[in-house]
């Protein structure tokens, strides 16, 4: 909870409806912090919302081409962090909730790795990677193995976390006189 207890530690706080991929509104390295979940691309509640933005998108979903619409859909995101990147402060931090999906497709089963693609993209531009929240999600099921049981080579392990990336823009933050107290 958060009290404001004096005017000088009193904010204002504006809410703009927008498109995340397009932060008009707001200024070139004006933000000290960004907090964040996007659509977690390969999640089947998502494909719609990917697919509105690049219709190819469902026709690969529908031909068992994950890992081409798995692109498709981060460079989707790419352009909102793109964005955040734009209007980050420097020294300021970006934290993304995101969770891996697991998908069969064309009966193929397996992982794709969002938080590794996010980081990647961040990694890229130059940010730099702090440790990550590791968010377990714990499930209470019996079945820790999925997939075909007692053949080892069909089994796979549940999927009980998310993570939060956090990522610097470049240095720490240097504080002066007042600041520091
Ligand atoms: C994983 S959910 C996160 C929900 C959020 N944590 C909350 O509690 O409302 C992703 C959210 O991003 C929104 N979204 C999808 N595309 C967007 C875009 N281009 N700009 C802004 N928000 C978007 C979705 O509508 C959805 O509410």
Redesign the pocket.
Known sequence: MLYLMENEYMTTHKVMA????SLDGLNNRSVDLIVT????PMIEM?DE?FSM?DNSIAACMENGRGHEAFAKMHAILDR?WSECDRVLKDSGFICI?IGDATRKLNDSFELYPNHSRIIDFFFGLGYSVLPDIHWRKQSNSPNKFMGSGMYPAGAYVTYEHEYILIFRKGGKRTFSGSQKN
């Open positions: 927008a498109d995340s991929s979940s996007p659509p977690y998502w919302v933005q909102t909730n």
